[in-house]
């Protein structure tokens, strides 16, 4: 199958460029190795849109970071995505971290950040009553987030494939060739999920033949080697990891603003962070990952995660932690974002190296590539009723007021099935999900888009429900139906059998 454009990896880098360019008359593909988008970097991680005083100033980090930042609240109101501009602080427990907050500031200064200030003990303790009360003054910047990643990368998607791009999931790359101004791609099949559901039937042929005239490399920590492939080796990713400590919704509430400790060479420190969806978060630490795909947590980096938090913020309690997980930093060792047509292969453009602040990043990232894209290929707009930049969503059924639930449930007998109890989540957001553009085919698929599973029982009561609703509605049978990957099968065999 000819594309004019293939993206590699979605990401919420490759998924947001996939959207950026859908509004031109072209072909586009996003090739992904999983079942679904945002299942590396982009699905762990801290959900923080960072205000962008801690780049190094004059780099693509702190232009893209603070353009991103900027441009977040708009982009996540045109995709119905929820983002609140919680504001963070930076604290400092001496004259050493004094120092360093206002090194932070006159970076910050350099990069345009507007609307931050170095506050005192007071101003933090009255906005933030949890604080170590040792604390003795914070950089506060006014504008940095809070943002579901992995929800913000599915609209991405959703809209994308609105707008006509085709997403191939479990298509994995495994080679690039360029003969007379062609890429001919290489791809390897990595699971069924999408063969046997009735809603996609992709044809392996069209999985495995792929030609494009412009290649876009968005693949996360795996971006070298795919670059490599285009006959670039001219940087390599170091896959760091980082773990987290995810807490119920009772501890959510106590916290408004993003908490950071000061910076080390590692990276930001251990953080601790409402979510949007009002738990509590803290984490990560930075470890070097055995291979790019370690996504493995360990008792003794989570402790340290646990007591290195608990310095910043006076009431954690290990007992309301509901789970842990781990993310990859595809940290480049170029020291910057790698967005560029590669100097070895021309229209192979490299979006490389995007480690924090990324997801914040990835919106302005997103135009830059386009007119990187509209210098190397004629591009002409779609007509205006052809496409949408805007995605809307029903409201969940959780944040619907009495009245609201009433009147679905009287019209939608699906509406009154609730399956996620933990998280109030009916069946009809689970069908909606799987019908969406971007639809879930597993059962973490469903979890990211409603919540079903994201509760204190972590899925232990719905992940039954959801895998039938899933195998009713994909024609997969139940014993396929995989939590993640298509080899994540939760059933060996049928009950009965
Ligand atoms: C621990 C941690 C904390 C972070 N916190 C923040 C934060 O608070 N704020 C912030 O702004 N940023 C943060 N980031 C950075 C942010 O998460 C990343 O910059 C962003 O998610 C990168 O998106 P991406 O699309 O480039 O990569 P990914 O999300 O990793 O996507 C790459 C995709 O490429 C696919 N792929 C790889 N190889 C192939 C192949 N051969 N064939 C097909 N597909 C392939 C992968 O399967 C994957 O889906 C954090 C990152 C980490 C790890």
Known sequence: MYYDICIIGAGIVGSLIARQLSKYKVKIAVIERHVDVSMDATGANSGIVHAGYDAKPGTKKAKFNVSGCNMMPGLCDNLSVKFKKTGSFVLAFDQEGEE??????????????????IVDKDFILKREPYVNPLVTKALYAKNAGIVSPYKLNIAAMDNAVMNGVKFLRETEVTGIEKED????????????????????RIKEEDRTDITAKIVINCAGAHADEISRMAGDDSFNIIPRRGEYILFDKTEGSRINTVLFQTPTEKGKGILVTPTVDGNLMIGPDATVADHKDDKCTNSENLDYVFKTASQTYTRLNIRKSITVFAGIRATPDTS?????????????????????????AAPAIAVYVEDIVKSLMEMKEKAKDQYTMKVRHDKPFSEMTNEEKEAACKSDELCRKIICRCETVSEREIVSA?????????VDGVKRRTRAGMGRCQGGFCAPHVMRILSEHTGIA??????ADADSCILGRHSRD
């Open 100 to 117: 360093v907050l206002q090194k932070l500031y006159d970076s910050g200064i350099k990069n345009g950040v507007t609307d931050m200030a």
């Open 478 to 483: 139940v014993n396929k139906i995989a939590k």
């Open 181 to 200: 101004g062609l890429f001919h791609i290489s791809t390897e099949i990595t699971g069924d999920i999408c063969s046997i559901s009735k809603l996609d």
């Open 336 to 360: 910057d974002f790698i967005i560029e047509e590669s100097k070895k292969c021309g229209n192979f453009i490299n979006v490389a190296g995007i480690e924090s602040p990324g997801l914040t």
């Open 434 to 442: 799987i019908y969406a553009p971007c639809g879930a085919r597993t």
